[in-house]
């Protein structure tokens, strides 16, 4: 700890950080643009001005950057000295030179960092006579909107984009008072991350484009803490509705998981809960009591019904179901290619040889093995944590010549292309590959003896993988020393391969390094799960799609599926066999092969009608709640299915009136989920006897919105399952964690108010942590090394042995619906090796039929040179895919 | 005693005084342009709608009575979609109007608002936009803001130097 003062008080502060960050962490307003609490200070702008004086008998001192300066014990510096609030004001001045008169149409306006900066400083009134610059706008794809005119150059943008994201298509161009921030021609951005620009950009140059379309300013929208459900981080976000209509999502600050930053398919991906396919009402339509005891009568009479639960469900909606139809006939809907090795993550995540990562962990890793998986597309914020890490030996350097850390530009030039150990093990080239120090293409199982092998060069005593190549053993031997010599290693593997040997594999690398590191507890393994709530279903251990099919055919009276497309999981044939061996009821959200097969369908809310538990990949639960309520006639499933289980005797009237009340059932139920309760604070929870409110205090149109339906304004809906309330009376401080959604400060409209809710800048969110790690992500002592070392891949005559590959835009289910997505995903191709294609005959762009035994598929073919030999890629989960169950040997035959 | 002559008198020279009785409604009392009464939404110079859907005028609102959405056309003009003023609430204090960069919402010195059912004092977009300016000429906010427009490109607002060419490396 330093001592500095501050206009002559002495304050307690971090000696690493420098002085913006301290003064701000202390509660003080200073301004600025260009320094951002994760890329650091480049001192760009020159707002964040202060006055430094040499020591107490200074009484001139010297303008400096607080962005820029280290507060060192014994700094002195004011605040509040005039010539430095006269020297921001001007910053501003300048800086609003050419600002156009743009705010009451500019998207940012409301929450919008200039806006907050400019006022804060003072500056009120515009003096220059002078004429304004101007600009083009690009078109930059569906997500982000462009109007430069109103850039202030403070390089945020590109720095993000660039050195924090690695996107290469934006930039600067031009010169002096030129310069522009843009592309170098009209088109999409390309990077995955560009939808944070939005946020990152502190003026309203890039603004969120699909907003856009539904326009709503902050202050009018309503939130709710939630969590991304379109892959297995976890991110927390924070969705907003307004008239009944989901209108955006914010990132919602989460230290360990997402910090600042969510990837576009978790930003742009919330349009499906808007699509026209949503399923309004129960169909065929008949009363909501009829329907129930209809359902209630077949459970109570027949017995024999079949429950298909859902990764993409929350805890308490699968558990509800399980409780229905009693846990041997309830199935957890993924096929078992899926569900071994997802079986595999949840047993790590159970009982793990090292504690697990969150993403935050990977960030601060100094050397990192990705073993099978294609991060960027199935785990993308951890691919962007894995960006982060490779910057840990620059830091390192840049701490050997007293540079710190936060000295971003001279951090960056210091360190060139220095770059800590990342290696890359998968199937095909990923995108991380550009930044990796070693890359190693192979099949699945031959990834899988790579880590066996490397296990056993770090730990003799792990397992020996017999006939290795000798490229392979000095490979492993290399990846041995590299992740032994690190401080913090990390290994990164999962369900993208879906093979389980390799989750083995992983396992018995992050053994060997727990069992020879120096300290145990600093080697860190990271695990990938397909669905948000994968891990979460996997800990329930139900039984497997296969074993339904096979259920069924042994007789069932009905079938109740859960938010699950069946004919995604599984062939056409057989899910048509499995739906018409009884009656069907499908609760879902949205219609689907599945939904138009049912008999009955009960509309089901999204996650931004209703609440629920996930688990996510680091076996982290988290709560997210209802950011609207439903429209008449759709409810949570956990709700629908409550409803059958009373009418049907299974649950008296009285049980499962709140959310709590499931949660209290499934801890009681089953002892892994033992700490979901304290993922956020329950229902009951109170500050001062008040609730938290949904709506800001600015909330506006409270007595017109409805004014053309009733002039009677009818009170707001209430919300028995959460401590948040509909409305924007209630408790006006900020909340504790896992109940903050928006976050805003006298002074502080934008994102940046964030600031206000953190224990230090950057650091976790005050009050409490937000979610619950199952098991806390300990490591266990008494696990063994695996020795289930698979087979080397041998490549077979006429056939292809196809692997899935993942993509962020179009694997995943949900986000499909939303028209930004659906634009940014690719066609699907099979990606076969050059060889591969010359040996069959075949050549690209050519469409040929795929066949797995008695399925088959005709796809275009797209030539990958970084596939091994007699290794191909499906895309998976997009339409022309679904239900083929990969990985598999499939027979390619040319039209 | 001396209270009740001067009562007396008092009355007595009331007598001989001018009525100040208005015989509303027959005979309309003059009230300023700057009185607070009945809302209207105005147009710009040009014709169009001056409100840009801001959503100021409604986050003024101390009692939140003005509800609206904003759209854009083809050429990124923004406008509302619906304009909604619930007059039963409205107190008529003119924040809205204080609160509007483009003067589009002006208050009128028309307070003869009664209606028999509450209904029929929600005002929408098409019983308050006018087709004209109101109170204050002159001002078209998108021929200041650096929006371009239809009939308005990047460079052609007041004040405004054409755009720049990003390929030139001139000083
Ligand atoms: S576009 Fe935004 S982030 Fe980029 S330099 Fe301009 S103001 Fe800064
Ligand atoms: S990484 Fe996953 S959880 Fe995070 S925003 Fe993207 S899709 Fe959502
Ligand atoms: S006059 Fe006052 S109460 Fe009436 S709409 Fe305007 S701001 Fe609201
Ligand atoms: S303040 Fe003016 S421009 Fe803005 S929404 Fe209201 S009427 Fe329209
Ligand atoms: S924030 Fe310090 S110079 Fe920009």
Known sequence: ?895 | MFSIFRTLWQVAAHMFQRPITVQYPDEKPYLAPRYRGRIILSRDPDGEERCVACYLCAVACPVDCISLQATQDEYGRRYPEFFRINFSRCIYCGYCEDACPTYAIQLTPDMEMSEYRRENMVYEKEHLLISGEGKYHGYNFYRVAGLSIRGKDKGEAINEDPPVDIHSLLP
Not at chain 1, 216 to 230: F, N, V
Request: one cysteine or more.
């Open chain 1, 1 to 895: 700890m330093a001592t500095i003062y501050i206009d002559n008080k002495p304050y307690e502060v971090n000696p690493d950080d420098n002085l913006l960050q301290a003064c701000l962490s202390l509660g003080f307003n200073i301004p600025y643009f260009c320094w951002h609490p994760a890329m650091g200070s480049v001192g760009a702008c020159r707002q964040c001005a202060v006055k430094q004086f040499k020591d107490e008998n200074d009484t001139k001192g010297k303008i400096i950057m607080a962005c820029m300066t280290p507060a060192a014990d014994g700094t002195r510096i004011s605040i509040d000295d005039p010539e430095a609030k006269t020297f921001r004001a001007s910053v501003i001045e300048w800086l609003m030179l050419n600002h156009p008169h743009d705010c009451p149409v500019c998207d940012e306006g409301g929450e919008c960092h200039l806006q907050d900066m400019t006022v804060m400083t003072g500056h009120a009134y515009r003096r220059t006579r002078f004429r304004k610059r101007t600009y083009r706008n690009q078109d930059l794809g569906p997500f982000i909107n462009h109007e430069m005119n109103r850039c202030i150059q403070c390089y945020r943008c590109v720095r993000y984009y660039r050195d924090y994201a690695g996107g290469r298509d934006l930039n600067v161009f031009s010169v002096h008072d030129h310069v522009y921030f843009g592309r170098a021609h009209d088109g999409t951005l390309e990077n995955e991350f560009s939808g944070n620009l939005v946020e990152v950009c502190p003026t309203g140059v890039f603004t969120d484009k699909t907003l856009a379309r539904h326009y709503t300013r902050k202050w009018d929208l309503q939130d709710a803490p939630s969590i991304c459900i379109h892959c297995g981080v976890g991110c927390n976000t924070s969705p907003r509705a307004r008239y009944g209509m989901l209108r955006r999502i914010v990132n919602r600050f989460h230290f360990d998981i997402n910090g600042y930053f969510l990837c576009d398919r978790g930003r742009f991906g919330y349009e499906f809960v808007n699509s026209e396919r949503r399923i309004g009402s129960i169909r065929p339509s008949v009363p909501q009591r009829q329907v129930i005891e209809d359902i209630a009568s077949v459970i109570k009479n027949g017995r024999k019904v079949i429950g298909i639960g859902s990764p993409r469900a929350s805890l308490e909606a699968n558990f509800a179901l399980r409780m229905l139809v009693g846990a041997d006939r309830f199935f957890s809907g993924v096929r078992a290619e899926e569900s071994l090795p997802v079986a595999k993550v949840a047993e790590l995540l159970r009982r793990s040889p090292c504690p697990i990562a969150s993403v935050h962990d990977i960030e601060v890793s100094d050397a990192v093995l990705v073993l099978g998986e294609d991060l960027i597309n199935t785990a993308p914020r951890l691919a962007l944590a894995v960006r982060q890490s490779v910057r840990r030996k620059s830091m390192e350097t840049a701490a050997r010549m007293n540079i710190p850390a936060w000295h971003d530009y001279a951090v960056r030039t210091l360190a060139q292309d220095e770059r800590s150990p990342l290696v890359i093990a998968t199937p095909y080239e990923t995108a991380l590959d550009e930044i990796a120090s070693e890359s190693y293409r192979g099949a699945p199982e031959d990834l899988a003896r790579l880590g066996y092998a490397i296990a056993c060069a770090i730990d003799p005593q792990a397992p020996r993988v017999e006939g290795l190549g000798r490229e392979e053993a000095e490979l492993a031997e290399r990846i041995a020393g590299i992740l032994k010599g690190a401080n913090r290693p990390a290994v990164i593997f999962g369900t993208g391969c879906r093979n389980a040997a390799l989750i083995e594999a992983g396992a018995n690398v992050a053994l060997a390094l727990a069992r020879t590191h120096p300290d145990p507890e600093r080697v860190r393994l990271a695990l990938t799960v397909p669905e948000c709530n994968s891990a979460g279903l996997a800990l329930m251990e139900a039984k497997d799609l296969d074993a339904a099919f096979e259920a069924a055919r042994s007789g069932a009276d009905a079938i109740i599926v859960l938010e699950n497309d069946l004919y995604r999981r599984s062939a056409v044939q057989q899910v048509d066999e499995f739906l018409r061996a009884a009656r069907t009821v499908v609760l879902d959200s949205l219609e689907n092969e599945t939904t138009a097969k049912a008999e009955t369908i009960l509309p089901a809310g999204t996650f931004a009608e209703s609440e629920g538990t996930l688990v996510n990949s680091e076996g982290r639960a988290q709560r997210y709640f209802k950011v609207m309520p439903p429209r008449q006639g759709v409810l949570e499933s956990w709700r629908w299915l409550r409803e059958i289980a009373i009418a049907a005797g299974r649950l008296n009237e009285d049980s499962w009136r709140s959310l709590d009340a499931v949660i209290a059932a499934i801890e009681a139920e089953l002892p892994q989920f033992q700490e979901i309760s304290k993922a956020a604070p329950a229902a009951s929870f109170r500050i001062a006897g008040q609730k938290i409110p949904r709506q800001l205090h600015r909330y506006s149109g409270r007595t017109a919105m409805m004014a053309d339906i009733t002039v009677h304004e009818p009170a707001p809906p209430r919300d028995p399952d959460s401590a948040l309330a509909f409305s924007m009376e209630g408790y006006q401080g900020p909340p504790p964690a896992g109940l903050a959604s928006f976050f805003w400060a006298p002074g502080w409209n934008s994102y940046q108010a964030v600031n206000k809710y953190q224990s230090e800048i950057g650091g976790p969110l005050r009050g409490g942590p937000a979610g619950s790690r199952l098991g806390e992500g300990k490591r266990t002592d008494d696990i063994s090394y695996s020795s289930r070392i698979p087979e080397p891949f041998r490549s077979r005559d006429g056939k292809v042995f196809v692997v899935p590959a993942f993509r962020i835009f179009g694997s995943e289910e949900l986000s499909m619906h939303a028209p930004g997505i659906a634009a940014r995903a690719e066609k699907p191709f099979l990606e076969v090796n050059p060889s591969d294609a010359e040996k069959l005959g075949i050549s690209a762009e050519q469409e040929v039929a795929l066949t797995f035994g008695a399925v088959s598929r005709s796809l275009a073919i797209r030539m990958n040179p970084s596939l091994p030999p007699g290794v191909a890629a499906l895309p998976a989960g997009l339409p022309e895919s679904a239900g083929i169950p990969v990985p598999a040997w499939a027979r390619i035959t040319g039209r």
